[in-house]
């Protein structure tokens, strides 16, 4: 059973930056694959970016690709997502998620454990 609790959300300008972070519960973290997803209002929760499990492998959505970074510390057991360049678009509560299966897995029905989401606003 993992614990997901997430953070670093906020209001910035078109263009800022924010990190946010997810800490995880449990000892085992690092056998976990990581990902983030994020839902805007009135869509459907979609791929932001995930990461394996000993932080060799990352992979993007391609909206975000060249402007978010997935991270993660498994000595603190927290994954990041750096957000640069940030746009209205990428407006949304944004969640961590965690996932047994080896690889790097970019759907929904992949991860077995989520936060509760921390919302990032983008005003223009």
């Known amino acids: 059973q993992v614990q997901l609790v997430e953070s670093g959300g906020g209001l910035v300008q078109a263009g800022g930056s924010l990190r946010l972070s997810c800490a995880a519960s449990g000892r085992t973290f690092s056998s976990y694959a990581m990902g983030w997803f994020r839902q805007a209002p009135g869509k459907e929760r979609e791929f932001v970016a995930t990461?394996?499990?000993?932080?060799?492998?990352?992979y993007y959505a391609d909206s975000v690709k060249g402007r978010f970074t997935i991270s993660r510390d498994n000595a603190k057991n927290t994954v990041y997502l750096q957000l640069n360049s940030l746009k209205p678009e990428d407006t949304a509560i944004y969640y961590c998620a965690a996932s047994r299966a080896v690889g790097l897995m970019t759907v929904r029905n992949q991860y077995a454990y989520w936060g509760q989401g921390t919302q990032v606003t983008v005003s223009s």
């Open positions: 990461i394996n499990g000993i932080a060799t492998n990352t």
